[in-house]
């Protein structure tokens, strides 16, 4: 079988069909893999129907895997595997809720957030439940040459939850609280591999801006993250069963969306690969 690469934006993603994921990866695939992941950013591979054991064993081809920070999210038997399911959060005012609204990157909190995060599609709603991205390294380029030269060098303090978040997280007790990090990170990161700038937003969980006033920090934080979140760098995945997704969260942010029919179940595998410590971006 020949491993056929379909773009899926003019920027980023690709479909890759011509291959089956439950059939031993070798190395020469596995290399592929990585590359395509390294030029796309975001992978999509349709019809695979991995379990947990094929899943985990797909996720260490990108590198060792990250530990899921939330262990009532995570399987039993699979401690690498997590998942998203329509019942994680409780309805707010009768309404739906799920993890991973509004974009983001994930765990930008950690010191080494992880490089990449993948999911299996095991149930899906009729219609709503898609995965949006949007590429932070074209949304970067296309900044003005005067904001570019501001933000590059900036950072920002990344918590658990920010006093300003958009969207609900999991609650913890007091004792898993204490063992979530904070961590500053730069505004602009430069990618590991291909050292392209991105810029680095999580509005959940970035608390201002080292040595900036609140309000301004805020607004330039709201700002950059509307310019980020426009459409044209927007690849919107709307999932059908067996779908696997992986995407590097250095290049893109990506959001879940609570706009489907709760009776209707959703529920995804989750892992997240290692990453290291993000670099700045030289301005
Ligand atoms: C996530 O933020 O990892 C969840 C994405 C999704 O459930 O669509």
Not at 164 to 179: G, Y
Not at 268 to 277: E, F, I, K, N, P
């Amino acid at each position: 079988m020949a491993m056929i690469v379909h773009p899926l934006h003019t920027q980023f993603g690709a479909q890759i069909t011509g291959v089956d994921l439950k059939q031993v990866i070798d190395d020469t695939l596995a290399s592929s893999l990585r590359q395509c992941l390294a030029d796309h950013a975001v992978l999509v591979f349709p019809g695979q129907s991995l379990n947990p054991a094929q899943f985990q064993t797909f996720g260490e081809v990108f590198g060792e895997l990250m530990p899921q920070q939330f262990k009532n999210y995570t399987l039993e038997d699979f401690p690498f595997i997590g998942f998203n399911s329509t019942n994680d959060l409780p309805r707010k005012n009768g309404k739906l809720q799920v993890r991973g609204e509004n974009y983001h990157t994930d765990h930008s909190n950690e010191l080494c957030p992880p490089r990449a995060t993948a999911l299996v599609a095991v149930q899906i709603p009729s219609v709503g439940g898609d995965t949006q991205f949007v590429d932070v390294r074209q949304a970067y380029d296309d900044l003005p040459p005067k904001l570019q030269q501001q933000v590059n060098g900036l950072r920002s303090l990344h918590v658990l939850q920010s006093s300003r978040s958009p969207r609900s997280f999991t609650k913890l007790s007091d004792e898993e609280r204490a063992k979530i990090p904070s961590n500053l990170q730069p505004l602009v990161i430069a990618h590991p591999i291909s050292g392209r700038s991105a810029l680095y937003l999580n509005t959940g969980r970035m608390e201002g801006i080292q040595g900036m006033p609140e309000q301004e920090a805020y607004d330039l934080i709201n700002s950059l993250y509307e310019h980020a979140t426009q459409s044209k760098y927007e690849y919107r995945h709307r999932w059908q069963v067996g779908d696997v997704a992986i995407w590097d969260n250095r290049s893109v942010m990506h959001q879940a969306n609570a706009d489907y029919d709760p009776e209707q179940y959703r529920y995804l595998y989750r892992l997240m690969v290692s990453g290291d410590a993000l670099r700045a971006a030289q301005s």
